[in-house]
């Protein structure tokens, strides 16, 4: 069971919806996954374990529940993919609507498409940042063109994209990326300097940005339970790094975490994809005080 009071399990003045800054939309979906299911539980696992979580943040000297945090209620679905995505979008577009930043908690990594598109759409000078294990660039799988593996081919459709930690796909999705855009696993590992694969990534951002954190793109060593782990991934350290410089150097308009796959015995994976989330949060009210971007009021729904 959820705790009570959402994310945190915070008191009501922490969240209040009427000066709350912060959203986290569960979507416990898990229908186009293709090996280890289970990812449903995801957004229920870690919010459980976010009860366990400290407040107060050591490296940023951050408490960001005290800006507000509600957790909405889940996001029900069934059906496919596509027809999510309208219910994701919709229900970000309603937290920017409130003057809320919106986190997408998935769930496995489709439930990232429409928060994606309903970003593009309304924010100009966006890049769509990409942390993964799988460059997720497939046209269609297994008869959709929304499933789990096709996430950054739809991204791309709509925003410039930027893919880290990449370190597996098939033969076919490698001749249509852009090189310069992707900075692969076996790169950041074989980075002497330890900081040039984050210049980068810094480099290629615009002035906003939508963080789409699929939590496979930890090693498993530092994070097992994930559908489909692939091993040679990030440290928490390296995660961490990277999203700071991120935040630092760009408005993040947005940010999903999914792909938590809960396993009995593995709660360390749910606290750490809880920190890895409330973390964010401390960079961002570390390094910027979240104001409402404007929109692009033409392509407003």
Known sequence: MTTPHGFLDLPPEYRDPATARFAIIPVPYDATSSWHKGADAGPNALI??????????????????????????????????????????????????????????GGEHSVS??????????????????????????????????NHACVMARAREVAPIIQVGIRSMEADERTALDDTRVIYAHDIHADTTGTHWIDRVVSLLTDRVYITIDLDALDPAAL??????????????????????????????????????????????????????????????????????????????
């Open 224 to 301: 097992p339970a994930t559908g489909t782990p692939e091993p040679g991934g990030l440290s928490w350290t390296q995660i961490n790094k990277l999203l700071e410089a991120v935040v630092k150097h760009t408005e993040a308009v947005g940010f999903d975490v999914v792909e938590l796959c809960p396993r009995e015995g593995m709660h360390a994976s749910d606290f750490t994809a809880a920190k890895l989330l409330y973390r964010v949060l401390s960079l961002i009210v570390h390094y910027r005080s979240y104001a409402q971007a404007a929109p692009r009021t033409q392509n407003l729904p």
């Open 113 to 146: 498409i429409g928060a994606i598109q309903a970003a593009a759409d309304r924010f100009d000078d966006i890049t769509i940042l990409q942390i993964d294990a799988h460059a997720d660039t497939r046209e269609s799988y297994e008869g959709s063109p929304c």
């Open 48 to 105: 459980r374990a976010s009860a366990a979580l400290e407040w107060y943040d050591i490296e940023t000297d951050a408490s960001p529940c005290e800006e507000g945090i509600i957790t909405t209620k889940p996001i029900a679905h069934e059906g496919s993919p596509d027809a999510l995505a309208g219910k994701v979008r919709t229900a970000v577009i309603e937290q920017w609507g409130a003057n809320r930043l919106p986190i997408v908690l």
